[in-house]
């Protein structure tokens, strides 16, 4: 069975500050990996899309990268903002469709 | 409108009461799934449709959950005899078709509270 771990569990920063979100998976048998960002009181917003033939992502001040052999995946906040402050959410998409999620990295961002 | 909308925002129920949740994905999405969602931890996969097909339905925790969209299109997932363990928020996505490239869009999601 899949199991998806996000590494850390909450991160405190100042702004502007570069911050890596870490995202490690146990079966290396998967079609994407994709980054969610979640507000509070809020559903899930789509940040980055790997598939599993790229390595790496990007959208902005966003990068994702993804080693699918290792089963690990990055997401880089350059030039953090109080804005960015939400839970990061790691989910790959093995099997059929379906996405096994992280529990999340609950970032906060002080100005 | 243009995303993935949810009804209700809220639902308390005392337990032992049926609800129903519904979904509304965005227009010509082919693929719906529900998602539950505990306090403090990921979503977790509850069933997923193509089209009006029910092609997977493993993460339903019991036989008291059902899931049905009968057009294609408005997915309701109902929740019977509720439990206290039942108190989540549910999520539903939507995406394009069934593909590897595409991404899901999700809902704000219905928060159901057991009492």
């Known amino acids: 069975k899949q199991e998806v771990t996000q590494i850390p569990a909450a991160l405190s920063v100042p702004e502007g500050e570069n911050l890596v979100l870490n995202c490690s998976f146990t079966?290396?048998?998967?079609?994407?990996l994709q980054w969610f960002r979640q507000d509070p009181g809020k559903g899930l917003t789509s940040l980055l899309l790997?598939?599993?033939?790229?390595r790496e992502q990007t959208s902005g001040r966003l990068n994702a990268s993804l080693d699918k052999s290792s089963g690990r995946s990055t997401l880089y906040i350059a030039a953090s903002q109080p804005g960015d402050s939400a839970t990061y959410l790691c989910?790959?998409?093995?099997?059929?469709?379906?996405?096994?999620f992280g529990k999340g990295t609950m970032l906060l961002v002080s100005p | 409108g243009a995303g993935v909308s949810q009804s209700p925002r809220y639902k308390v129920a005392k337990r032992g009461q049926d609800v129903a949740l519904r979904c509304d994905p965005i227009?010509?999405?082919?693929?719906l799934f529900w998602y539950q969602q505990a306090l403090g931890q990921g979503p977790e996969f509850l069933t997923y449709?193509?089209?009006?097909?029910?092609?997977?339905k493993s993460g339903l925790p019991s036989d008291r959950f059902f899931a049905e969209r009968p057009e294609g299109s408005v997915s309701t997932l109902k929740i019977q005899r509720t439990q206290q363990e039942d108190s989540a928020v549910y999520l539903c996505?939507?995406?394009?078709?069934?593909?590897?490239?595409?991404?899901?869009?999700f809902g704000d999601g219905t928060r159901l509270s057991i009492l």
């Open positions: 996505a939507s995406s394009l078709q069934d593909s590897s490239n595409q991404p899901q869009h």
């Open positions: 079966d290396s048998a998967i079609y994407n």
């Open positions: 790997i598939q599993s033939s790229q």
């Open positions: 989910a790959v998409r093995g099997g059929y469709s379906t996405l096994t």
């Open positions: 227009s010509g999405h082919v693929s």
């Open positions: 449709f193509q089209n009006e097909a029910q092609l997977d």
